[in-house]
């Protein structure tokens, strides 16, 4: 075990702390990084005023910008020089080689990368610059406040823009959980380091084919100073084009010799904004150069790790070298520990003070926070502020840090933009340009969309249909300045198979921009083009003729009611009659007389009651009380039968051919779809081939139904919802729909994959859809729909059966059954000394109560 080895000088009473420092020192930026670095210490040191305890020794070595010359001197300062803090390097791929060594030693490294932290890879790792992850943020409101729906990135294939594009798609798609900027990037524009002016020129007229018009640049001055230069010369810095730059130019422009603007009038750039104050002019005045935000990031991250040291005190800053083996094999496994890592990052987490570069500098989660960023404007020789952008508030033309608002992406809080070309309006981003729209040419259904059937394929044409005309509508309501021709469209001859699919997929091969007509949203379809949201509902469905039957069934009268319920009504009738005689027959003449006079007048009764034609008297009470309740249910039961006969009479006659798709799958009947159409895929699953037939028009439909299935014609057809509404509106008496619907999305219009233009059409029709403008189209160029497509409004009325009446009979019966009740006991009663009789059997009593109760009861106020 070696003993501990303690790197710890004493001068003038302060301890001096071995802070390394890796940076190219033959560039500009590195020159000027570390002469602000010792500024900084400069100043630390004489804010003190000589009572500090503490003193950062720097040990300076040069990177030679090189990744193994960064790790190298990297190495060294930990293992020979047992630093206890490492300020640099500069770039991502140096701080890669570097981070690893940093968590094994516990020596904190101070990194000026500025590519977003996206993980805590090590816990000693410092950020002292801020992400572009926040400016991507910022482009993102600016897109969203202009509208723009599309933006092509211009960047270096580089470790930089490896850091900065993942954020770039994320932050086009939301700015935060209320505004969603609803931006795509369509191309990515990758430029090599070294490009030469003819790849930037062959790059750069491919860019000008595109129809997107606002671009984003990220790369240094120098190659973006080349960029757009030849943009200017090929006519990109034109009216029209909106070219944003990010900080990766703005930032370095004070350090490129005679940097000229000229070709880049009307640019938007991002850069990190610096507070005004003291002791940034005071700063300016002593530095006597051009500087810029990285010479103040150092200054104020060696400000901060002075301060953190400072705040740790006298206390040793030590290295372990006790796990150091002389036989290691290799530099790498020979270094030491330090002792006060983890202190010390504790203590740089904590650090918090106002700095040059910003109103707070904080470490926070290891990265400098981006609170502010200004947006500029270049014009002439110099830039001009419009604006700024906070995390808080968003996009702001003026700072207020007391009165934050809620975040905005709004155009009216930035200044006035002078764009490419000196236009007085704001770019739309997209180049105007005609589009060619495709329109089916068909011979049937001319409703939704009819071209001129003789003309020539892929001639410009002037459609006329309810397709057409929303389409027209939803074009004057969008924001893009679009111009657009119609192009016929039409099959090889004797070729029919998937028209519609054809003529769908000639968008994503190019041939057009869009297609409009009576198209059914297709998932299938949708693998390859874009939709917009439905214009119509549809659905497919299936239609059947009507029979021709005028129930001349001479038993049709009997249908009314189901059989159950006849045969409970007569026993009723008979049941009531029986219980109107016992009850009446020892007091009313009228139910008096020969055996067969009472079952007759009985019966007659009872039935009588369905035409309230019964003349006979009824006496008691009981019977009366029966008598009124049988009266209700008789006209109840007499009211629905007419009102059944007169619906089976009258509606019978819409009664469908064939009740169901199974019965035409069963019986092997012929069947057609509208030809072209996605409806072919449908029919042929459930019927054979040969047994399939197509029509194009409406009178060819009803030509095909008026052979029949059995001389060549069809027993059912298959088409959309919209299309038979046109078919039954022009034969209402003829034919009706059966089940099943198949559902659909309906129609709509086709883009190509991503387009803008989609999504914005799509709005439109929310638009029209929310007002009266697609219903009055609908009523204008589609025949008004009098006819209801559920299949079950054009079935005749069902019978009707025992259990819609089944509370009548009981209450009927309940109450007959208490009046006998009721009779029984009071003639028993009566009866009374019959039954005491003694010496005589039980059947002879019973035979005495019969002849009893068959005599006429004296006592009755009826004799």
Not at 295 to 315: H, I, N, P, Q, R
Not at 555 to 573: H, I, R
Not at 777 to 802: A, V
């Given at each position: ?58 040990r300076i070595k040069d990177s030679k910008n090189d990744v ?224 810029d935000i990285f010479g103040l990031w150092a200054y104020d ?563």
């Amino acid at each position: 075990m070696t003993e501990l080895q303690v790197a710890t000088a004493r001068n003038n009473g302060a301890g001096k702390i071995p802070i390394g420092v890796v940076l190219d020192l033959d560039s500009r930026v590195g020159k000027e990084r570390l002469r602000c670095i010792n500024m900084a210490l400069s100043d630390f040191y004489s804010y003190y005023g000589g009572h500090y305890r503490t003193r950062l020794d720097l040990r300076i070595k040069d990177s030679k910008n090189d990744v193994i010359g960064a790790a190298a001197a990297a190495l060294d300062l930990v293992k020979n020089e047992h630093v206890q803090a490492i300020i640099g390097p500069g770039n991502l791929m140096q701080e890669n080689f570097i981070i690893d060594l940093g968590k094994k030693s516990r020596v904190p490294i101070i990194s000026f990368a500025t590519t977003p932290l996206t993980s805590r890879r090590s816990p000693y790792l410092f950020r002292a610059t801020q992400s572009h992850s926040s400016q991507i943020k910022a482009i993102a409101a600016i897109v969203h406040a202009f509208g723009w729906r599309e933006v092509v990135p211009i960047f270096v294939d580089n470790e930089s823009a490896e850091g900065i594009i993942p954020y770039l798609s994320d932050a086009l798609e939301e700015v935060d959980a209320l505004e969603e900027v609803d931006a795509r990037i369509p191309h990515w524009s990758i430029i090599p380091p070294g490009a030469t002016d003819e790849e930037v020129k062959g790059e750069l007229y491919n860019l000008k084919k595109l129809q997107t018009t606002v671009f984003i640049v990220h790369m240094d001055p120098t190659l973006g100073s080349k960029v757009f230069d030849i943009a200017k010369e090929i006519g990109m810095m034109s009216e029209g084009y909106v070219w944003i730059i990010t900080d990766k130019m703005t930032n370095l422009w004070s350090l490129v010799d005679h940097f000229d603007t000229d070709s880049m009038q009307g640019v938007l750039a991002i850069r990190n904004y610096v507070p005004k104050s003291n002791e940034f002019d005071n700063f300016k005045v002593r530095w006597k150069a051009k500087l810029d935000i990285f010479g103040l990031w150092a200054y104020d991250a060696t400000f901060a790790l002075a301060k953190a040291v400072e705040k740790l005190g006298t206390k040793n800053f030590s290295f372990d070298v006790s796990n150091v083996s002389g036989s290691a094999r290799t530099d790498l496994e020979s270094f030491g520990v330090s002792q006060n890592g983890p202190e010390l990052i504790r203590a740089l987490s904590s650090i918090r003070f106002k700095g040059l570069s910003s109103e707070e500098f904080s470490l926070v989660n290891g990265q400098l926070e981006s609170s502010v960023l200004r947006i500029v404007n270049v014009n002439e020789n110099f830039e001009r502020g419009i604006g700024f952008w906070t995390s808080k508030s968003g996009l702001v033309k003026r700072l207020d840090f007391e009165n934050v608002t809620r975040n905005s992406a709004s155009k009216a809080n930035l200044g006035t933009i002078i764009w490419p070309g000196d236009p007085q309006s704001v770019p739309e981003g997209w180049k105007t340009q005609t589009l060619k729209i495709g329109v089916p040419v068909k011979n049937g259904f001319i409703e939704f969309v009819e071209a001129p059937n003789d003309t020539s394929p892929n001639s410009i044409v002037s459609p006329k249909g309810y397709c057409i005309a929303v389409f027209n509508a939803t074009m004057k309501t969008i924001k893009y300045n679009v111009t657009y021709n119609f192009y016929a469209f039409k099959m090889p001859d004797g070729e029919k198979t998937g028209y519609y699919d054809h003529l769908v997929y000639q968008v994503a091969y190019g041939k057009y921009d869009a297609v409009v007509g009576d198209i059914s949203i297709r998932a299938e379809r949708s693998l390859y083009v874009d939709f917009t949201l439905p214009f119509m509902e549809s659905g497919v469905v299936i239609v059947v003729p009507i029979k021709d039957d005028e129930n001349k069934n001479a038993w049709v009268f009997l249908k009314p009611l189901t059989c159950d319920l006849w045969v409970a009504s007569g026993c009723f009738f008979v049941f009531i009659g029986f219980v109107i005689w016992v009850l009446e027959h020892r007091i009313n003449g009228d139910f008096r007389g020969p055996p067969s006079h009472h079952v007759g007048t009985s019966l007659w009764f009872s039935f009588s009651t369905m035409v309230f034609a019964h003349r006979e008297r009824v006496v008691s009470n009981s019977a009366r009380f029966v008598v009124v309740i049988w009266c209700f249910v008789v006209l109840i039961l007499t009211q629905s039968y007419t009102a059944s006969l007169a619906s089976l009479l009258t509606v019978q006659q819409l009664q469908p051919s064939v009740t169901d798709l199974n019965e035409l799958v069963r019986k092997g009947e012929n069947v057609a779809y509208q030809d072209g159409t996605f409806v072919q895929g449908i029919v042929q699953k459930f019927f054979d081939p040969s047994k399939i037939k197509t029509f194009k028009s409406v009178e060819d439909l009803d030509e095909l139904f008026t052979k029949g299935s059995a001389k060549g014609g069809i027993a059912a057809a298959f088409d959309e919802i919209p299309y038979m509404n046109l078919f039954l509106e022009k034969y209402p008496d003829k034919y009706t729909t059966i089940e099943p619907t198949f559902k659909t999305e309906g129609f709509g219009f086709v883009f190509p994959k991503g387009s803008p233009l989609g999504a914005e059409v799509s709005r439109a029709i929310l638009r029209l859809s929310e007002g009266d403008t697609i219903k009055n189209l609908e009523e204008r160029y589609l025949p008004k729909r009098t006819r209801c497509l559920d299949s079950r409004t054009s079935n005749s009325s069902k019978s009707l059966g025992l259990e819609s009446f089944w509370g009548l009979f009981l209450i009927t019966g309940v109450a007959a059954i208490l009046a006998l009740i009721i009779f029984a006991a009071e003639f028993l009663y009566e009866q009374r000394e019959v039954l005491r009789a003694s010496g005589i059997s039980i059947w002879k009593r019973i035979l005495q109560l019969i002849r009893n109760f068959d005599l006429k009861d004296l006592t009755s106020h009826a004799f």
